[in-house]
C-alpha cells in the first residue's frame, strides 16, 4: 500500500463550510458493498434502510472548547503568541496539549491564557515530541470555558460563530470530552431517532472521545508506518449487553461513524467480545482489516489520504469507495465535517 492509493480530486467549493439545515435535509450516498451500486437519497430517508432486528450504535461524546490563544513566556525573558489545543488529560491537573509553533517550550515555561473577564496560567512540564507538550493547569475545565473555543477544523475557513456551539455537537450528546466532532452523527434530529425507534430498531450508545489520532495527517509514504494516538472510550453495560446479544443472534450492527466503527472493532480484537469497560482504542484500520462487529457504517465523505478514507476502504473496497467518491463530487456532494453523508450496507 501507498499513501498515495487513498487519494482524490477535490474541488475546494465542494468543502462545506456551513451545515445543512434543518440537520436530516443533506444528502446521503447509499453504497452496497457487496455489488458497488450506488444510489443517491437523502438522511431524512435513512430509516428506510432500516431493519427491525438491527442495533444502531451512536457515539455520544460532547465537543469540549479545546482551542485556545495564549502567550508564552519563557524562562529566557521571551515571550510569543501561540495556539494552544488541549488534546486529552493526564490527571486532575495535566493535559497534553498540541501547540502551534511548539518548538523550543522547556520546562517551566508559563502559558497566559486571557478569555472572558479571566486570566489563567499553565506551566508545561515535558515535552512528548514534535508539538505535543504536558501543561499543568488548576482547573482546565474553567479554563476552557473562559478562554476556549469550539474547534472547527481549520479546512471551515471562517471565524466560529454562536450557531457552531450548538450545530457542532450532536443531538444526543452527554459526556464532555471530545476534540472533535462525530460528524455522522450531526445528521440526527430527534424525529429521525424517535422514527428509528417506531421501526422497533434497537439504539444504544457509546462513548468515544474524538482526539487528534482522528485527524492527524498521514505523514509515511507507507501507511502502515503510521502510529495512531489512542483515544478514550467508554463502553456502559447495558450497551455491552446488547450489543454482545446482537453478535450471538447474527443480527446487524450499524454504525454511527468511524469513531463507533473504531471502538467496536477494537474490543472484538482485543476481547473477541464487546464487553462493558473504559480504556485507550488504538486500533488502526486498513484495507485488508475483518470486521467481525460492524455491518452497516454511516459515516462522512473523508480528506484524501486520511486514515478515516482508509478505514472506509477497509469496510467497502478501495475502489468501491474512490468510485462513490467520484460520484459524489460529480453529482455536488457536500464534502468534510458539516457536508453530506453515505451509508454503507
Known amino acids: 500500500m501507498h499513501i498515495s492509493d487513498f487519494d482524490y480530486d477535490l474541488p475546494p467549493e465542494r468543502i462545506a463550510q456551513t451545515p445543512a439545515s434543518p440537520r436530516d435535509a443533506s444528502r446521503m450516498l447509499v453504497l452496497d458493498a457487496k455489488s ?15 431493519r427491525p432486528s438491527d442495533v444502531l450504535v451512536l457515539n455520544d461524546t460532547r465537543v469540549i472548547r479545546a482551542r485556545t490563544r495564549a502567550r508564552l513566556e519563557r524562562q529566557s525573558g521571551t515571550t510569543r503568541e501561540m495556539e494552544i489545543f488541549f488534546v486529552d488529560p493526564v490527571d486532575a491537573h495535566h493535559w497534553q496539549v498540541l501547540c502551534k509553533p511548539g518548538r523550543r ?12 473577564g479571566e486570566s489563567f496560567v499553565g506551566t508545561f512540564a515535558e515535552g512528548l515530541g514534535t508539538d505535543l507538550h504536558i501543561l499543568e493547569v488548576d482547573s482546565a475545565e474553567t479554563l476552557l470555558e473562559h478562554c476556549g473555543e469550539i474547534p472547527l477544523p481549520p479546512y471551515i475557513q471562517r471565524p466560529v460563530d454562536s450557531a457552531d456551539e ?10 464532555p470530552g471530545a476534540v472533535a466532532a462525530p460528524t455522522a452523527g450531526l445528521h440526527f434530529t430527534p424525529d429521525i431517532i424517535n422514527k428509528v425507534k417506531a421501526l422497533e430498531v434497537r439504539i444504544v450508545t457509546l462513548t468515544l ?3 487528534i489520532g482522528t485527524f492527524q495527517p498521514v505523514r509515511t509514504e507507507d501507511p502502515e508506518k503510521h502510529k495512531l494516538h489512542p483515544e478514550r472510550y467508554e463502553v456502559r453495560s447495558e450497551a455491552a449487553v446488547e450489543l454482545q446479544s446482537a453478535l450471538n443472534e447474527g443480527r446487524r450492527i450499524l454504525a ?12 472484538m480484537s482485543r476481547y473477541d467480545r464487546i464487553p462493558a469497560g ?6 488502526y484500520i486498513l484495507p485488508g482489516f475483518r470486521f467481525r462487529a460492524v455491518s452497516g457504517l454511516l459515516t462522512n465523505f473523508h480528506l484524501p489520504k486520511s486514515t478515516l478514507l482508509m478505514l472506509v476502504s477497509a469496510f467497502a473496497g478501495r475502489d468501491k469507495i474512490l468510485n462513490a467518491y467520484t460520484h459524489a463530487v460529480r453529482e455536488n456532494y457536500r464534502f468534510y465535517t458539516y457536508g453530506d453523508c453515505m451509508f454503507i450496507g
Open 36 to 50: 458497488g451500486s450506488i444510489m443517491d437519497s437523502h438522511f431524512r430517508n435513512f430509516p428506510e434502510f432500516l
Open 105 to 116: 517550550i522547556r520546562p517551566g515555561d508559563k502559558a497566559i491564557f486571557k478569555g472572558r
Open 166 to 175: 450548538s450545530r457542532y455537537q450532536t443531538v444526543f450528546n452527554r459526556n
Open 209 to 211: 472521545h474524538v482526539g
Open 256 to 267: 454511527v461513524g468511524t469513531t463507533t466503527t473504531r471502538t467496536l472493532e477494537f474490543l
Open 278 to 283: 473504559a480504556g485507550y482504542a488504538d486500533l
